[in-house]
DNA sequence: CTGGATCCTGTACAGTTGTACATGTACAGA
DNA sequence: TCTGTACATGTACAACTGTACAGGATCCAG
């Protein structure tokens, strides 16, 4: 009690840190609804329903809104993956292994369309900000370690650049699927056989 | 004037065409320095080096501008690679084949990150824009087409799926390689492996 | 040469956008 | 209760942007 704050519950969320939450996420709406071009403070603050004046107050600027919108969705992916892992996810026998992967990079992202365009638009945008790579390599690399972990169950040889092949063509797989709208079947079918040929001996 | 055009030798290419071109060519580069948001009629504008009145009079408006890039690119890629089928570019035994394609796919973007980056920007935009789909379809259609070609030389089972995957895979590669500036190499070396687990009977 | 089509461009302007800031309000600690 | 700090927002404005358009240059058939 006496020395670190003892009556602050919370001292690393201050007041306002819901707020704050609440325009990242419509930041990400915005985008992915609109592409980077549709972001702006007005549009923003429309989409969070709250005054203009909130957009200036929790961001230093435009840019500024826009980096901490990949932090944000890098880091919740970047949970979901860690978490995804350790809970036993995973814990099925490698015949199965394939289909459950499968879902689990698809599924969490087959219902939300917008979310997923807004990820691929925030990705290719850290290809030209430099200040914006650090959070997109702690996304590849989460990405990349439960990929390696899925293929160290399935035995797979050389897991590091096989997690690496893997991420990288099922990125590829769903920027396909979302640019094109096909069946959430057909992008099922599709994930498994290319995890079963990226993972064979 | 009776008749058919008789006297005309080129009524396909109106005067303008080669200014509209390099103003198409100007905004894929905006695009690809600083994505679809950087896109203003000044920018193509001083990027093309024509004044900016010519925006205006060669397109319609802004969105129009970006969608005729689009068939702009999408034109000139899906001709490369017919081109590319036509003349002998795969005919090497099925031992070098797949590094030949590797190099084939690669190759022409790897000197040009900048055309590269306009392009997935300019896909991703095709997701949110239903009148961008049917010139991203096509170009989509002429990449599978080439890559089911090369499969079919290669005695690959169900090409045509097979095309589909390789497609979405080595999109997804390029993409990781243009966002992390990853070596050529390691890029081409990726390619291989993929191009032949995914041919692999 | 003439007339008309096409090509071209500087300028203007209304609407939009990023951002600053004055003026508050809520709340924790003294 | 007082006071400082974080939270909040309406308003203002300079800069930017899309687009219209008047007027001019160039070309070519007749």
Redo the contacts between chains.
């Keep these: 009690m006496a020395g670190a704050g003892a009556t602050a519950p919370d001292s690393a969320a201050p007041r306002g840190a819901a707020r704050r939450r609440a325009l990242l996420d419509a930041t990400v709406r915005v985008i992915g609804?609109?592409?980077?071009?549709a972001?702006d403070h007005r549009a923003v603050a429309a989409e969070a329903g709250v005054p203009l004046g909130s957009t200036t107050y929790y961001f230093d600027s435009k840019d500024d809104m826009v980096a901490r919108a990949l932090e944000h969705v890098a880091e919740r992916e970047a949970e979901r993956l860690r978490a995804e892992s350790e809970g036993g996810a995973l814990d099925v026998g490698p015949y199965l292994l394939p289909e459950r992967l499968a879902d689990v990079v698809i599924h969490a992202w087959a219902g939300d369309r917008v979310t997923l365009?807004a990820q691929?638009?925030l990705?290719?945008?850290?290809?030209?900000r430099p200040d914006l790579r650090p959070a997109?390599?702690r996304w590849?690399r989460a990405y990349r370690e439960f990929l390696q972990h899925a293929l160290e169950l399935l035995g797979a040889p050389d897991p590091s650049?096989r997690a690496?092949?893997l991420?990288?063509?099922?990125?590829?797989?769903l920027?396909?699927h979302?640019?094109?709208?096909s069946a959430p079947s057909d992008l099922r079918s599709?994930a498994v056989?290319?995890i079963e040929?990226?993972a064979?001996p």
């Design positions: 609804r609109g592409g980077i071009a972001v365009l691929y638009e990705y290719l945008e850290s290809a030209r997109a390599e590849d650049r690496h092949l991420c990288a063509s099922l990125d590829g797989l920027l396909d979302v640019a094109t709208a599709l056989e290319l040929r990226i064979a």
